[in-house]
Each structure stands twice: as structure tokens, then as C-alpha cells.
């Protein structure tokens, strides 16, 4: 466990509880990668996962790292047997800073993301990327960046986090702060001529609501769900397409079924809500849930129980991945047989659903305290990054083949 040597001792104790308590059934037969290790350069801490597009290159961006030590949006094109990995932007702060959320990808190709810190007003921005308009002889080509929004804190937000698209082609995304209670909003952004539109869809105060880390998602309706930690422990919200915020499930404040929303939320194509807790639960470390709507009301089921103590096995930020065969895919950030996270998988079986742990991080070169969701491609291989260690200790972006 030489990989837990860079933690301080409190968070080394606990991750060692961790460890010691996890009861994950043994892995198939994987093939595990590590297809890039991260510097300070080139950028560090990938706090978020990857964006997968149609041909199969991967997108992500870093908290830390750049020229300008700001965070970059990457690119990872696969070569043959290897991968190449370039730099499509440097944050500079007046274009923004800190990204903790992965690329959105237009149906154009260009990207869409978030930045936490930066733009004009400090507060954060959501920008584009696009590709240089003439053609580039070089591996690494700087894409063309565009701030589209920049926040201002009482007015819109500040901090704002992962975006999605809803089924009219509007931006959808969510900040952690500002608004008039400093309890974070959930916004819109329309296409209009050539630029966008700001509106405001809710500047949370005192809902039991706010705070929604993991950003928020839209069904066929154009309704909105999100998962916020404002007032643990926690509770799911939605925004009907009418503008009407509604708590649809506030979690007991025994932890009982789980304590602190930081995850995203996952929706089937039966309506039924997925997500995971940070803490709480039977065994304390956490829990992943499903919200299922019934008879005007929803109801919610504890799929699985984390072991942990103090910082739980699934803090993080990221959502579940739901496959075509109801296959739920995730990861956590203290769990597994070091206690420095792993990958796994819950499949529906007889009524219940089990738990399979696919990897488990040694702190070493493949990583460690992975806040990554996990995305799939069309061959079933499985992406995503930690923040820490690696071969340059700044985290890396791993693939594991069935």
C-alpha cells in the first residue's frame, strides 16, 4: 500500500478502515490499463471522467495542470495499440479555471464545459470548443475557445458544474453557489441566432434542495432531476417542464438509506431514477439507490451497501452509467481491497441485484480516489480517471477491457 503514503495520516487511517471493512465479491476476468498518466504540465487531477464521441476518442478535462496551471480540456485518440494524448485548451482565468466537469459534445462535434473559478465576474463560466477553422499538421492543435456565459455569483450562480442537453437542443447545468440564498441555481442556456440565451430555472432557498454536484438531467418531457447535499442528508429535486420545483424524495436523517447526495443522478426508460450516496447506509459508506415513481408518488430502494467509515467508500461527484441490459456501472472513491476506490458493477438478478467489483486501485502507477463516472464504448470497454498517484502522482485515465 505504498500508494497511500502521500495522504496525511488522518485520511490514511481511514482509507485502511476502508480497506479492512470492504466485502466486494471477487472480479471476472478484466483486462485493466492505465492509457495515460497525468503531469503538471499537461495537466493534473482529473477530477472528472471522460466524454466518449462516435469514433471513439476520449475527452476530459483537469483541475490543475497548464501552462497557466489553471486546468486544460484534453483529447485521447487511440493509435493503433496506443493512445495519443493532446492539449485542446489551456484555461487562462478570463476564460475560466478549475474544470470539474467532463466535455458535453454537440451534435456538431464542438465541446461544451463548465469552469468553476474565472470569466469576468470570478464566478465561473460555460464556454465552447471548436476546432481551428484551417487544418492542422500538428498532433496537438489548440481548439478555438469561446465563454458563451460568465456567472456572477447573487445574479445566476457561481461554480458551476456538469451540463447536459435537453431535448430541445437548451444547455441544462447547475452551480453550487450564489444565487439571491447562496444555495446554488439550475440554469438554461437556449440557442438563439448564432449565440445564447440565460435564463434562470431556480435559485434555490430554503427547498431542502440546492447544492446538486453532479449536475442535473432531462427526460423525453423535458423534465429536470438532480440530486443535491444542501441540508444533509440530501435530498432529489425535479424542475417540470412548467418551472415548478418539486422535492420528489428527502432522505431520513438517520442515514439510514444514505447521506450526502454529491453523485448525479441516471434515469432508465422506465422513468426510475439511479444514484448513489456519499455516506450512511447500512454499513456506513454509502449506498447506491433507485427512485421509482409510483401512483403520483415516488419510492425509494437501497440497491447496495457500502462499507466504510468517516469519508465513506462512494464520495465523489459523478453519476452511474446505465447499460442497454440494466447493468449499473460506477465507482468509488475509498473502497476496494486497498481502500483507495474501485470499479464495479451491479447487476439485476432474481428480484435483487449484484454486486461485482471489477477493479480495485493500488495507489501505484494505475491511480488511486477515482471521483470518475465510468463511460462505455460500442465494444463494452470501460473508461475513466483517477485524481491521484499515477506514475507523476496527478492521476490517470484508465480502460478496462471484458
Not at 102 to 123: E, H, R, S, W
Not at 243 to 256: I, K, T
Not at 348 to 356: C, E, K, L, N, V
Amino acid at each position: 500500500m505504498n500508494g497511500i503514503k502521500g495522504l496525511d495520516s488522518s485520511t490514511r487511517l481511514t482509507l485502511i478502515v476502508c480497506a479492512l471493512l470492504s466485502l466486494s465479491s471477487p472480479a471476472p476476468a478484466q483486462a485493466f490499463s492505465v492509457i495515460h498518466s497525468f503531469g503538471p504540465s499537461t495537466g493534473s487531477k482529473p477530477h472528472s471522467g471522460v466524454t466518449i464521441d462516435a469514433h471513439g476518442n476520449l475527452y476530459g478535462t483537469t483541475f490543475f495542470g497548464g501552462q497557466n496551471a489553471n486546468g486544460v480540456v484534453y483529447k485521447l485518440s487511440r493509435h493503433g495499440s496506443s493512445w495519443i494524448y493532446s492539449v485542446l485548451h489551456e484555461f487562462t482565468g478570463s476564460d475560466g479555471a478549475q474544470p470539474v466537469a467532463k466535455p458535453l459534445i454537440a451534435p456538431n462535434g464542438t465541446l461544451y464545459d463548465t469552469a468553476t473559478a474565472g470569466g469576468m465576474f470570478q464566478d465561473g463560466t460555460l464556454v465552447n470548443l471548436r476546432p481551428q477553422p484551417n487544418r492542422c499538421s500538428s498532433i496537438s492543435c489548440p481548439w478555438q475557445a469561446t465563454v458563451i456565459h460568465s456567472f456572477a455569483l447573487s445574479s445566476d450562480g457561481s461554480s458551476p458544474v456538469g451540463i447536459n442537453f435537453d431535448p430541445a437542443g437548451d444547455i441544462i447545468g447547475a452551480t453550487l453557489a450564489g444565487g439571491g440564498k447562496s444555495e446554488g441555481t439550475i440554469f438554461k442556456l437556449t440557442p438563439s441566432q448564432g449565440s445564447w440565451t440565460f435564463s434562470l430555472l431556480t435559485d434555490f432557498s430554503g427547498s431542502n434542495a440546492g447544492d446538486a454536484y453532479g449536475g442535473v438531467i432531462s427526460d423525453s418531457q423535458g423534465n429536470i432531476y438532480g440530486a443535491g447535499y444542501y441540508e444533509l442528508p440530501g435530498s432529489i429535486f425535479e424542475i417540470t417542464s412548467s418551472g415548478q420545483l418539486e422535492v420528489l424524495y428527502q432522505f431520513p436523517f438517520s442515514g439510514a438509506n444514505g447521506v450526502g447526495l454529491d453523485y448525479g443522478l441516471v434515469q432508465d426508460q422506465a422513468g426510475n431514477l439511479y444514484g448513489m450516496a456519499a455516506g450512511g447506509g447500512q454499513l456506513g459508506g454509502g449506498t447506491v439507490y433507485e427512485l421509482s415513481p409510483s401512483g403520483g408518488s415516488w419510492s425509494l430502494a437501497v440497491l447496495h451497501n457500502f462499507p466504510g467509515y468517516v469519508l465513506g467508500a462512494a464520495t465523489g461527484s459523478a453519476s452511474l452509467t446505465l447499460d442497454a441490459e440494466g447493468n449499473l456501472y460506477g465507482t468509488t472513491f475509498a473502497n476496494g481491497t486497498f481502500g483507495l476506490g474501485n470499479v464495479f458493477k451491479l447487476t439485476p438478478s432474481s428480484g435483487g441485484w449484484t454486486y461485482t467489483d471489477l477493479y480495485d486501485f493500488t495507489g501505484e502507477a494505475d491511480g488511486c480516489l477515482p471521483w470518475s463516472d465510468v463511460v462505455m464504448d460500442a465494444s463494452g470497454n470501460l473508461y475513466g480517471t483517477t485524481e491521484q498517484c499515477g506514475s507523476s502522482g496527478a492521476g490517470t485515465v484508465w480502460e478496462i477491457t471484458p
